[in-house]
């Protein structure tokens, strides 16, 4: 009930194009859902994050949609470009818990050929 | 503002040794929180602190530790090193009273035990 299940473990995508990495959840008692970007030797770097007040967040060429009922959240990345290859990390917390403890996915790697 | 700083970037122990590992967190943060990242685990959250008390513990061996100082820097011991001990360490420093507001990662400390 603690795991975020994260997919695909890999893409690959043409510049300019859509990506689109997927998460899923079982714990309903999470509240917070952040992405992460993590580079080669580098440690991971906050994207973006949503609530499940909202059922869609966007900040520049990031977008994450979220689906309550069905316990799945996504990360698109417009317009692709080469520079966003990296491995990128969905993760959930408790909000309304007492820790900042972080649930992370397996991460998926993303390749933008040019 | 300076970011989450790790010392030291690399290390490279032996079995059966221990080792320490520093953590400074963003001017004002109060949580410090450890992560373990290895390719076949991914990230997986060894233990926060907040105000110098361990607030949450993964589920770890006690041979790792850690503990907070009052400037909320934080330490975190591995005693009695095996060879699956080799991963990346992440420290993630988070701000104030209200848990789960964002999370920032430092770059990490490298240790290698042979």
């Known amino acids: 009930q603690q795991q975020v299940k994260q997919s695909p473990q890999s893409l690959i995508v043409q510049k300019g194009g859509i990506s689109i990495i997927n998460c899923a959840y079982e714990?309903?008692?999470?509240?917070?859902f952040p992405w992460y970007q993590q580079f080669p030797g580098k440690g991971p770097a906050l994207l973006i994050a949503?609530?499940?007040?909202?059922s869609e967040k966007k900040e520049g060429r990031f977008t994450i949609s979220f689906n309550k009922s069905a316990k799945q959240f996504s990360l698109h990345i417009m317009d692709s470009q080469p520079g966003d290859s990296a491995t990128y990390f969905c993760?959930?917390?408790?909000?309304?818990?007492?820790?900042?403890?972080?649930?992370f996915g397996t991460g998926t790697l993303l390749a933008v050929q040019p | 503002k300076a970011g989450v700083t790790q010392t030291p970037r690399y290390l490279i122990k032996t079995r059966g040794q221990q080792v320490t590992l520093s953590c400074s967190p963003i001017?004002?943060?109060?949580?410090v929180s450890w992560y373990q990242q290895t390719p076949g685990q991914g990230l997986q959250f060894l233990f926060e602190?907040?105000?110098?008390?361990?607030?949450n513990k993964g589920n770890f061996p006690g041979r790792f530790s850690g503990r907070q100082f009052s400037n909320s820097r934080s330490e975190m011991n591995v005693s009695t090193l095996e060879l699956g001990d080799s991963a990346l360490y992440l420290c993630?420093?988070?701000?104030?009273?209200?848990?789960?507001?964002?999370?920032?990662f430092g770059q990490g400390t490298r240790l290698t035990v042979v």
């Open positions: 993630a420093s988070s701000g104030g009273y209200q848990v789960n507001t964002e999370a920032f």
């Open positions: 001017s004002g943060h109060r949580s």
């Open positions: 949503i609530r499940p007040d909202v």
């Open positions: 993760a959930a917390s408790m909000y309304g818990g007492a820790t900042n403890k972080l649930i």
């Open positions: 602190y907040f105000s110098e008390t361990q607030r």
């Open positions: 714990n309903t008692a999470f509240d917070y």
